[in-house]
């Protein structure tokens, strides 16, 4: 037997001694000829002392979801590549990387090469340079890049989905963001579902387009995505903790005044942490959230004792 339990029963046997050292002379035995299965005594205070918790039965949300990896990425759809339009040698540069820009600001200086006609090259996009790939007096082609000019101001979230989750979410799905990065949780939905799956990872992608107008998500971060897969409420649910097994049946621990009675549930949909509760307990009775078995390993004494009697 491990030691918590031992700590247990041993506290519940002081607590049994304690109330009936206050009972009447005979009164135990009274209480042990009126005895019913599955119900014991056990004042609150002593419950209290013993860790356990008690909670009303009432109406509640069951959300199946899932702690899922994600990055942060470039919108590329907001990506813009200067380039020139001649070969050309630069003569002027006017802009660094991480230099906020506008659309049409000019970015660089150049002549063209065959012509010797002065040129600009100008961002095609508001936005900040995120790569510069030119120098002063450099020859460069028209396919050569020049400027990285990207938006940050909306960047996308990249949810890596394992295969059971490929086919389960959805675009609309709710989805809390959380990073050790710096910037706050959020909650958002998902934007799009890609169609195809990785054929080397065999994972599939959801995306969230991030609203980043303060600036503080990063491109490159890594963050966790806890999506919804369904979310739906119940008449009656319970925390998991309350659900104690009993003889082979799922029963909660029903709380009136000092007296609790093992009643037997039928239990449905669950999630993480919370089960519904088809049939058995109602909304408005008060039950044990927490330490239902410290009140099972009461009624097991009880029930020992009864029979040593009989």
Do not use: C
Not at 19 to 38: D, I, R, T, V
Not at 98 to 117: F, Y
Not at 178 to 204: K, M
Request: hydrophobic share 45%; no cysteine; charged share 20%.
């Amino acid at each position: 037997m491990s030691r918590s339990i031992l700590v247990t029963l041993l506290l519940l046997l002081s607590a049994t001694t304690a109330l009936a050292a206050k009972a009447p002379h005979g009164a135990n035995e009274g209480q042990s000829e009126q005895h019913h299965k599955n119900e014991v005594n056990l004042a609150l205070d002593v419950f209290d002392e013993l860790g356990g918790l008690i909670a009303t039965a009432a109406a509640g949300r069951l959300r199946d979801d899932r702690v899922l990896p994600a990055e942060v990425r470039l919108n590329t759809e907001a990506v813009a590549h200067v380039t020139p339009r001649f070969a050309a040698q630069i003569t002027g540069v006017n802009a660094n990387t991480g230099d906020q820009v506008k659309a049409g600001q000019v970015l660089a200086r150049a002549e063209n090469s065959d012509t010797l006609a002065s040129f600009e090259l100008t961002s095609l996009i508001n936005g900040v340079v995120i790569n510069r790939h030119v120098t002063l007096g450099e020859h460069l082609q028209p396919t050569d890049t020049a400027f990285v000019v990207a938006d940050l101001s909306r960047l996308w979230l990249d949810i890596a989905l394992y295969p059971k989750q490929v086919a389960k979410v959805k675009a609309g799905m709710a989805v809390h963001i959380t990073t050790s990065y710096g910037p706050a949780p959020l909650d958002a939905e998902i934007d799009y579902v890609a169609p195809l799956v990785n054929e080397a990872t065999r994972t599939g992608m959801a995306r969230v387009f991030l609203d980043n107008a303060d600036g503080q998500w990063k491109p490159g971060m890594f963050a966790k995505a806890r999506v919804a897969l369904s979310d739906f409420e119940v008449p009656v649910r319970v925390p998991q903790t309350a659900v104690i097994e009993l003889e082979g049946n799922s029963v909660v621990f029903v709380r009136e005044q000092n007296h609790w009675r093992a009643q037997p549930v039928t239990l449905g949909r669950k999630d993480r942490t919370h089960s519904e509760v088809l049939s058995g307990l109602t909304a408005g009775q008060q039950y044990a959230a927490e330490g239902g078995f410290f009140l099972k390993a009461q009624l097991q004494k009880s029930e020992l004792e009864a029979g040593h009697h009989h």
